[in-house]
């Protein structure tokens, strides 16, 4: 932390996708102009390359234009959805700091329970290297990835774990998320 008399430009600051703290004067963070929120480039969805100070991130965006000019929910995978699934995407990372069970599946060796319980295995990192290989011709595939996600986590663990009742959280905030960008998408 900064102590009394350390110039301002050392801060400690936190990645909204990882919430690990991270220096304010790392080269691998970025800040939107807007929101202020900082960002491991990596972590951002798209991973970011070449930012400028400039950077507004897809949290200060107004989705609801985007969704307005959607066509056909049902059909293809359009550059205006794909907006729509970035912010999805992006507000899943940063809704909670607990996220660990989410943002990658668990090491099998570490947790061989999960993958006896668990016959579809999913999780944030899956779903945005899906993305950027292209691999979803439809929008309601990753809706459905999505909250597999989710499901994965109340399957393995017991209602009373406090991770349950995060994930059951999640899931309530992605179709919430659906009702508001996508309200014609029939799952
Ligand atoms: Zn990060
Ligand atoms: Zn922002």
């Known amino acids: 932390m900064a102590s009394a008399g350390s110039s301002k430009s050392n801060t400690i600051v936190k990645c909204c996708c990882c919430h690990d703290l991270c220096w304010n004067f790392d080269k691998d963070i ?3 102009s807007c929101c202020q929120r900082i960002y491991h480039k990596s972590c951002y969805y798209p991973t970011l390359l070449n930012v400028d100070t400039s950077f507004i991130c897809i949290m200060c965006e107004d989705i609801k234009k985007y969704s307005k000019n959607v ?3 049902n059909i293809s995978f359009g550059s205006m959805k794909k907006k729509i699934i970035t912010r999805i995407l992006m507000e899943l990372y940063c809704k909670s700091e607990n996220i660990e069970l ?3 599946c668990p090491n099998p060796q ?3 329970m999960y993958y006896k319980k668990i016959s579809q295995p ?3 990192g899956n779903i945005r290297r899906f993305l950027e290989q292209n691999r979803y011709d439809k929008v309601k595939y990753v809706i459905w990835d999505l909250s597999k996600i989710f499901g ?3 399957i393995y663990l017991s209602p009373s774990d406090p991770y349950y009742k995060i994930a059951n959280e999640l899931n309530d905030y992605l179709f919430k998320m659906v009702e508001k960008w996508l309200p014609n998408l029939e799952l």
């Open 122 to 124: 999913m999780s944030l």
């Open 152 to 154: 994965n986590v109340m």
């Open 102 to 104: 989410v943002k990658e």
């Open 110 to 112: 570490m947790h061989p």
């Open 71 to 73: 066509q056909n929910i």
């Open 30 to 32: 970025v800040r939107c």
